[in-house]
């Protein structure tokens, strides 16, 4: 059964730093893209980024580069998303998705959500 | 890239037939037939409802079905069922790795 468990909720602090996971299971994790998704309190589904943990080529959307690091150790089948400097506007909901079989061009499952909540 | 456009809210009584519209542009929904839609319920994952435009997964009800003309997809849900309202989010390849979702749509069923 393909898993994606994200890690659990966070609560920081305006300008710090902070790293959730995504460990896959299940699949053959180093075959499929992982994609990154914010969904903000009350608000749509957001694409932040994807990731090949094969090779760790890695692709932002212009409104993320810059602002947060996605990586992924495949020796653990996991992906994460990092800040360095958080911000209130960066509470959110953060799920990650696989990307579908080659040539998938939609997200077949989904993690369960990480909760960021950043507030002084 | 701008969010796709969608409804923000859609409506049906049981057994009738709702449905969603999506529209982006040349470089996104117009450009590919990479569209694919998800169901969220409250305080949930999305779930895959129908992808490439107009494929439904294992699982998901023939209830369910897509697409696509020119720059605008579409979502019909047949036969509409309480367990059917939630938010749906349709969703396009825009090229180079790069996906835009839309604002999302809230069904109601009456």
């Known amino acids: 059964e393909v898993q994606l468990v994200q890690s659990g909720a966070e609560v920081k602090k305006p300008g710090e730093s902070l790293k959730i996971s995504c460990k896959g299971s299940?699949?053959?994790?180093?075959?499929?893209?992982i994609g990154w998704v914010r969904q903000m309190p009350g608000k749509g589904l957001e694409w932040m980024g994807i990731?090949?943990?094969?090779?760790?080529?890695?692709r932002y959307s212009p409104s993320f580069q810059g602002q947060v690091t996605i990586s992924a150790d495949k020796s653990i089948s996991t992906a994460y998303l990092q800040w360095s400097s958080l911000k209130a506007s960066d509470t959110a909901m953060y799920y990650c998705?696989?990307?579908?079989?080659?040539?998938?061009?939609?997200?077949?499952?989904w993690g369960q959500g990480t909760l960021v909540t950043v507030s002084s | 890239q701008s969010a796709l456009t969608q409804p923000r809210s859609v409506s049906g009584s049981p057994g009738q037939s709702v449905t969603i519209s999506c529209t982006g542009t040349s470089s996104d929904v117009g450009g590919y037939n990479y569209v694919s839609w998800y169901q969220q319920h409250p305080g949930k994952a999305p779930k895959l409802m129908i992808y490439?435009?107009?494929k439904r997964p294992s699982g998901v009800p023939d209830r369910f079905s897509g697409s696509k003309s020119g720059n605008t997809a579409s979502l019909t849900i047949s036969g509409l069922q309480a367990e059917d309202e939630a938010d749906y989010y349709c969703?396009?390849?825009?090229?180079?790795?790069?996906?835009?979702f839309g604002g999302g749509t809230k069904l109601t069923v009456l």
């Open positions: 299940g699949y053959s994790f180093t075959s499929y893209w």
């Open positions: 969703c396009s390849y825009a090229g180079s790795y790069s996906w835009v």
């Open positions: 490439d435009v107009s």
């Open positions: 990731i090949y943990p094969g090779d760790s080529d890695t």
């Open positions: 998705a696989r990307r579908g079989p080659h040539p998938g061009y939609y997200f077949d499952y």
